[in-house]
Nanobody
Framework: VQLQASGGGLVQAGGSLRLSCAAS????????MGWFRQAPGKEREFVAA????????NYADSVKGRFTISRDNAKNTVSLQMNSLKPEDTAVYYC???????????????WGQGTQVTVSS
């Protein structure tokens, strides 16, 4: 499967962005989908995950209550609505696919190319 992330940009603190990830060329609807991010000089970290049905979600503590992950299996897309953005949210955001329910980046087998999110103070 190929994953294409989009929607990043520059926003002021307190603002919102919506990231989207489109899947093509493979199976989407039976996989867990996740969002991860990597800031300069830091390890890639888990942000959010959603189960294949959309019935279960999981969020990093740092984004809980501000970010919402959703998916549309008919359109092969997963989205991340980011509200109340903070400068520490600045990073490259990646979408990824995993065959099981997990928040571990090592288990995700397909990754998008990343989209830059920059939050100014």
């Amino acid at each position: 499967v190929q994953l294409q992330a989009s929607g990043g940009g520059l926003v002021q603190a307190g603002g919102s962005l919506r990231l989207s990830c489109a899947a093509s060329g493979g199976t989407f609807g039976t996989y867990t989908m996740g969002w991860f991010r990597q800031a300069p000089g830091k390890e890639r970290e888990f942000v959010a995950a959603i189960s294949w049905s959309g019935g279960a979600t999981n969020y990093a503590d740092s984004v809980k209550g501000r970010f919402t992950i959703s998916r549309d299996n008919a359109k092969n897309t997963v989205s991340l609505q980011m509200n109340s953005l903070k400068p520490e949210d600045t990073a490259v955001y990646y979408c990824a696919r995993a065959a099981i329910w997990t928040t571990s980046a090592r288990v995700y087998d397909s990754w998008g190319q990343g989209t830059q999110v920059t939050v100014s103070s």
